[in-house]
């Protein structure tokens, strides 16, 4: 019947707190072999598996703002960026920091990417620019900022 899914979920919002949080396991996006100790490649690896995963289902974008807490998958990978900055020296309070930038970077990033380029892909097919070329860029400037404060 129509209200049983409500003997699983209190309410709207957990069901798709519920879907987000399945979709963000099945991305497995920490699920790969570059070492922690490595931290400026394992971020990479990450965020990049993060934002193809978002750009493979955009239908998920509209609830992103809304989803009311971290279920077990997107905890994962907060929980794994944290340690792996951790480890390389950083302090609780900037590894928050960082993972908070890299994790709306990165979701921003997917969102507007699609948007942006492929309604220019439609529009001004001369213009060939890749979606990940914002992606790089921006990973490639917060991760060159946070090897400043490595160092320092």
């Known amino acids: 019947t129509p209200m ?18 399945s979709f963000v396991q099945e ?3 920490c699920g790969h072999s570059v070492p922690d100790k490595n931290w400026t490649k394992w971020l990479l ?19 992103l703002s809304t989803a009311s807490r971290f279920g077990p998958g997107a905890s994962e990978v907060v929980e794994r960026t944290l340690e792996v900055l951790q480890r390389a020296g950083f302090s609780l ?4 920091e960082a993972a908070n930038a ?15 380029y492929l309604n220019l892909a439609q529009n001004e097919p001369r213009i060939q620019l890749s979606p990940e070329h914002g992606l790089e860029s921006g990973l490639d400037l917060i991760i060159s900022a946070l090897q400043t404060k490595h160092k320092n």
């Open 4 to 21: 049983a899914i409500y003997r699983h979920f209190e309410d709207k919002s957990d069901l798709i707190d519920a879907v987000l949080d």
């Open 27 to 29: 991305q497995n996006i």
């Open 45 to 63: 690896t990450t965020y990049r598996n993060m934002y193809r995963g978002l750009q493979s289902m955009p239908s998920v974008y509209p609830y």
């Open 93 to 96: 309070k900037q590894a928050t």
């Open 102 to 116: 890299l994790n709306g970077f990165v979701i921003g990033c997917a969102i507007m990417d699609n948007a942006f």
